[in-house]
C-alpha cells in the first residue's frame, strides 16, 4: 500500500467529526468495530452487524459512546494492518516514547473454539510502548440504543468491571485500574518502553458470560493473525494489483455474515452521501444486486465455500417473497425492514436524518432479477454443482416473474424516491436473466417455456432499442428521452447483450465518459431524483468503467483509471460508498462492500484483457 503522510494528533483533535477516512474496521464476521486514527473506537453494534450500536459516536459527538486508548500528549499517528490480516496496528510517535495500539476481534477456528473459553463477541486492544515513556488517556463509555440509555457500570474489582443495560451485559477487563465516573470507566497511565496495556471489552447475549481471561490473550492475538493469514493465502488472484486485492478481499470477508453467509452493504448507517447533506441510509443489510458480483468475485478468487454460502443464502433468503425478489433483505433474509428516522441525533458532522432500516425492501427493481440469474448462472458454470429441485423450481418461478413484469415501469437500480420509470438498464437485465436461466436448464436438464421466453426476449430487444437508443448520442440512455446513467457501463460488462465492440455499446461508454465522468471517477446521474442536495462520484461506477475500458480494448486508459482509484483509498485501503471529486473525502457508509467487490472485479478483468 501506498505511504501516506504522517498526522499530528492535535490535528484531528479539534475536529468534532473525524474524516470518514481516518477509520479503519476490525470485526470478527458476525459485527465490526470502527477504530480511528486517534485510537477511538465510534462505532460497534451489538450482537450483530444491524443490532444495537453500542457505540455511537460517529452519528452523535456528545451522546454516542466511544472506546478511547490515545496518548494525553500531541503525537505523530501512522497505522498499517499486519499483512494479510485485520488486526490494526496503530503507532503513537510522542518526543519522549512510543506506543503501537493493536486491535481486532477474536477470529478462532471451530477447534479453537471448543478449547479456548471466547466470549461471543469480544474487542481486544493491545498497547505496547516500544521506546521511552508515553502517558495515555483510557476511557470506556458504552452507550446503548443510539446514545439513549446510560448503562449500570460496577466495578467488581479494580481491573474487572460490569456495564449492564435491560438484560444485556458487557465485561470490561483492564490490566491497568481504571475508575468509573458517571457511567464511565475512565484512567490515565503512562507506559515505559516493554510495559504493556490490555483492554478487553467481552460481551454475551445470555448468561453465563465468558470473564475476559487475561492470560489468554496472547493465544487470541495469535490464533486470530493465523486464521486471517490461512484465509488470506487462499486467494487464487497473482495480478499486479495483489495487496489491494487481498485488502477488499479480507473487507469483504469482515463484512460477512458467518451464520448464514449473507453480505452486508455496509457496517453503517447514516454516514452522508454529500458533507451535511439528507442522502443517509441505512446499510447493515444484504442487497440482491450485490449478488452477480460477489459470486463471480468469490469464484475467481478461490473462495468456493464462501460463494457457495452466499448462494444458499440467496437461495433460502427468497423463499419468504418467490416468485418475487426484494432488493434487500436482512442477515436471515427477513423481508420486512421499516425505515424510521432518529430525530433527536445530531448526525454525522450533522447530517440529519439519521435513520434505521431501509424503505428500499419496498421498491420495485426489475434488474434484480438479472443479477440473481447471473449469479446463479456463474455459480452452477464454475461450481459444477448441479441445482436440485427446489433451486430449479426457484429459477422457473424467476423467469415466470420476468415474463409477466419485466414491461412495467420500476424504480430502477439506484433507488431514487421519484417515482418509476421505464429504466433501459431494468430491460437488458430482465433479458440477461432469460438467457442466463436457459443455459441453466441446459445444464441441469430441466424445462422452462422457451416459446414464451423467445417471444420476450425478442419483445425486450425491439424496447430497447426503440426506446432506449439515442440516436443523437449514439448511445443507449437512462429511460425513453433520458440522460446518461452510469449503470448503463453494465451493457458492456453482460456477456448475455451485445458484444463490447457494438457501436452501441462504445458509443454508451463514451457518453457515460463525457456526461458522467470526472477523470477517473464516474457520477450515477444527473438528474432530479426526488432527493435534495448533493451526492458524491460513485466509486463502483468508476470501476465498472475500469471494465468496460479493458472489454473494450483500451487497457492503457483502463489501467490509468485503475491505478488512480487505488490512490484514492484510505491509507488502509479500504473505499466508502462515494468519493468527493475535489477533496477526495470518502463519503457515504464505510468500508463498502460494493466498492471493494467493484475493485476485485476491475483487477480480475485488468488481469484477463489486459495482462
Not at 499530528?8 to 475536529?15: F, G, I, Q
Amino acid at each position: 500500500m501506498e505511504q501516506r503522510a504522517l498526522q499530528r494528533t492535535e490535528e484531528l483533535r479539534t475536529a468534532r467529526y473525524l474524516p470518514i477516512g481516518a477509520y479503519g474496521v476490525i470485526g470478527d464476521c458476525r459485527s465490526v468495530a470502527l477504530v480511528s486514527l486517534l485510537g477511538s473506537i465510534d462505532w460497534w453494534c451489538l450482537p450483530r452487524f444491524d443490532g444495537d450500536p453500542v457505540l455511537a459516536r460517529l452519528l452523535d459527538a456528545d451522546v454516542g459512546g466511544s472506546c478511547v486508548i490515545t496518548p494525553s500528549v500531541s503525537a505523530t499517528v501512522s497505522r498499517c494492518y499486519r499483512p494479510g490480516t485485520a488486526i490494526l496496528d496503530t503507532t503513537f510517535q510522542t518526543d519522549d516514547g512510543c506506543v503501537v495500539v493493536s486491535d481486532f476481534m477474536p477470529a478462532l477456528t471451530e477447534a479453537e473454539k471448543r478449547q479456548l473459553p471466547v466470549p461471543p463477541r469480544a474487542i481486544i486492544r493491545r498497547v505496547r510502548c516500544t521506546q521511552g515513556r508515553v502517558p495515555l488517556q483510557v476511557s470506556v463509555r458504552l452507550r446503548p440504543n443510539f446514545g439513549r440509555s446510560t448503562p449500570e457500570v460496577r466495578q467488581v474489582i479494580p481491573t474487572l468491571a460490569t456495564i449492564g443495560w435491560a438484560d444485556q451485559l458487557c465485561m470490561a477487563y483492564c490490566s491497568h485500574p481504571l475508575r468509573v465516573r458517571g457511567g464511565v470507566l475512565t484512567g490515565e497511565v503512562t507506559l515505559q518502553a516493554g510495559e504493556q496495556l490490555d483492554l478487553v471489552l467481552a460481551y454475551s447475549m445470555e448468561a453465563p458470560a465468558e470473564l475476559p481471561v487475561p492470560q489468554l490473550l496472547d493465544r487470541f492475538e495469535h490464533a486470530t493473525e493465523r486464521f486471517w493469514r490461512a484465509w488470506a493465502n487462499r486467494c487464487a488472484y497473482t495480478g499486479p494489483y495483489h495487496e489491494a486485492v487481498v485488502r477488499s478481499a479480507i473487507t469483504l470477508k469482515l463484512l460477512t455474515y458467518a451464520p448464514s453467509g449473507a453480505i452486508v452493504a455496509a457496517p453503517t448507517t447514516s454516514l452522508p452521501e454529500w458533507p451535511g447533506g439528507v442522502r443517509n441510509w441505512d446499510y447493515r443489510y444484504c442487497w440482491l444486486r450485490d449478488a452477480a458480483f460477489t459470486v463471480r468475485v468469490l469464484l475467481e478468487l478461490g473462495y468456493h465455500r464462501e460463494a457457495e454460502a452466499f448462494v444458499d443464502w440467496l437461495l433460502y433468503a427468497t423463499h419468504l417473497t418467490h416468485p418475487e425478489l426484494q432488493v434487500v433483505y436482512t442477515l436471515y433474509g427477513e423481508a420486512h425492514i421499516p425505515e424510521r428516522e432518529l430525530l433527536d441525533l445530531e448526525g454525522y458532522g450533522g447530517a440529519r436524518p439519521v435513520r434505521v432500516g431501509n424503505a428500499a425492501s419496498d421498491q420495485l427493481q426489475l434488474d434484480v432479477y438479472g443479477e440473481v440469474m447471473l449469479a446463479l448462472w456463474q455459480y452452477r458454470r464454475v461450481s459444477g454443482r448441479p441445482f436440485d429441485r427446489d433451486a430449479q423450481r426457484f429459477i422457473r418461478g424467476l423467469v415466470q416473474t420476468v415474463l409477466r413484469r419485466w414491461a412495467e415501469p420500476d424504480d430502477g437500480i439506484w433507488e431514487p424516491r421519484s417515482g418509476r420509470a421505464h429504466h433501459t438498464h431494468s430491460k437488458a437485465m430482465c433479458y440477461a436473466a432469460l438467457r442466463c436461466a436457459r443455459e441453466l436448464a441446459a445444464f441441469d436438464g430441466f424445462t422452462l417455456p422457451l416459446t414464451a421466453m423467445e417471444q420476450a426476449e425478442r419483445a425486450m430487444l425491439d424496447w430497447i432499442e426503440q426506446h432506449g437508443f439515442d440516436p443523437k448520442r449514439g448511445a443507449f440512455v437512462s429511460m425513453p428521452g433520458g440522460g446518461m446513467d452510469a449503470a448503463l457501463l453494465w451493457l458492456a460488462l453482460l456477456d448475455h447483450f451485445l458484444p463490447p465492440t457494438d457501436p452501441r455499446i462504445v458509443g454508451t461508454v463514451d457518453a457515460v465518459i463525457r456526461e458522467l465522468g470526472q477523470d477517473e471517477l464516474v457520477y450515477r446521474y444527473r438528474r432530479d431524483d426526488g432527493l435534495p442536495g448533493r451526492e458524491g462520484a460513485f466509486v463502483i461506477c468508476s470501476f465498472w468503467l475500469v471494465e468496460a475500458l479493458a472489454r473494450l480494448g483500451r487497457c492503457d486508459q483502463a489501467t490509468t483509471y485503475f491505478e488512480r482509484l487505488l490512490k484514492r483509498a484510505n491509507d488502509l485501503g479500504l473505499l466508502a460508498e462515494e468519493l468527493h471529486p475535489e477533496t477526495g473525502e470518502q463519503l457515504g457508509n464505510f468500508p463498502q462492500a460494493f466498492s471493494h467487490l467493484g475493485l476485485i472485479s476491475a483487477a480480475l478483468t485488468l488481469q484477463e484483457r489486459c495482462c
